[in-house]
């Protein structure tokens, strides 16, 4: 268990945004004249080492029993919101910690390097409550955002349907206006925490003649609303005891307070949120690939082949540098995704769908390798290999497959040097 020390370090740090040393003397890039830092700062060193501390007491230890029992982890996540480990981008106004993108990708790292199944449940929130904190009105903030911060609920992003994955535009859910209130139809699926959600973000279409990125419209929908249905959890290959199932809406009544910004603006919305979530998506993946090159190193000084520890091998050695040298610019890609969001930059979205496409690919690649260096015990569950290598598929399909990240990122590359 954490000690009280570890547990009231979160809170005890200043109630601010918190930013590498890099950005803090100005304003811009095009300002800065001097060499930048990859130190962290005092507060960001405390902010990771308490995940990490959690991380190595709380998830390492009963992470295997949770992927083979498909269990979701109610007490992993009850212990992280006592430790102020949950929901850390949610704004000091709410009770939250108010770490920026680039802390928060810190702690979503340490999470993920004990179970990415457990740091993808908890990441859901950031997920779910970003459209609110882009787009909300102050008392829904304060409804919605605070109930996250008094107690540990969950909430989910309701964005994917049976026909439409990446085309998010071809969304076929719809909400019509009927008096004060919206009256909502429709199926999402693969929705993350849907069947433990407290709320949910809805993207439903509201203009049937508008254009594709006019139609939809975000809403705020009670998870005990009548007329929602709940399928059972689906069995996924990783990521096991994360809560995946299909949600149902059939004539559910949303007051038109629960709109989010205004009618139409629902698509610029969730399309916003990718902004703040993908480098912390990518840092998840990051988490896996250095677990990946812990497990295999460690199993690599202890098996014998030929007389010696299989990593004197040179061809283990070379994996083992290639498991590095990802993990290491993977991580980087995921900074500079961070700061470049927390600066403001015009290029946030080139730079998150970069680090997470380049880490979804480490990650992958790392949990390969760690099987093959485990060789015959990699292939079963006895060391953990074979979990990490389910757990790092979905990487490079959530929150917009690598196609998706390639496709915005060459749009870029052609404006770029036209």
Known sequence: MLTSVARSSLRRLPRRAVTPMAVRSYASEAEFTGGPT????????????????????????????????????????????????????????????????????????????????????????????????LAGSEEQKMKYLGRLTEEPLLCAYGVTEPGCGSDV??????????????????????????????????????????????????????????????????????????????????????????????????????????????????????????RCLEEATKYAHDRKTFGVPIIQHQAIGTMLAEMAIGTETARMAVWRAALAKDAGSPRTTYYASIAKAHASQVACANADKNVQIHGGAGYNEEYGASKLLRDSRIFQIYEGTTQIQNLIISRVVAQDYQ
């Open 38 to 133: 990859f130190e962290l700062t005092e507060e960001q060193s405390a902010i990771r080492d308490l995940a990490r501390q959690f991380t190595d007491n709380e998830i390492i230890p009963v992470a295997a029993e949770y992927d083979l029992t498909m269990k979701y982890p109610f007490d992993i996540i009850k212990s992280a919101h006592s430790a102020g480990l949950l929901n850390c981008h949610v704004p000091t106004a709410y009770n939250g910690a108010g770490l920026d993108v680039f802390s928060s990708s810190l702690v979503s790292e340490e999470l993920a390097r004990g179970c990415t199944g457990v740091q993808t449940a908890m990441e859901a929130n950031g997920l779910a409550s970003a459209p609110l904190i």
């Open 169 to 290: 535009a071809a969304i076929q859910t719809k909400a019509v206006l009927e008096g004060d209130k919206y009256v909502l139809n429709g199926t999402k699926c693969w929705i993350t925490n849907g069947g433990v959600a407290d709320w949910y973000f809805v993207l439903a279409k509201t203009d049937v003649n508008a254009k594709p990125h006019k139609s939809l419209t975000g809403f705020i929908v009670e998870r005990n609303t009548p007329g929602i249905t709940v399928e059972k959890k689906l069995i996924n290959m990783g990521q096991r005891c994360s809560d995946t199932r299909i949600i149902n809406f059939e004539n559910v009544v949303i007051p038109k307070e629960n709109v989010l910004g205004k009618p139409g603006d629902g698509f610029k919305i969730a399309m916003g949120a990718f902004d703040i979530t993908r480098p912390l998506v990518a840092s998840g993946a990051v988490g896996l690939a250095q």
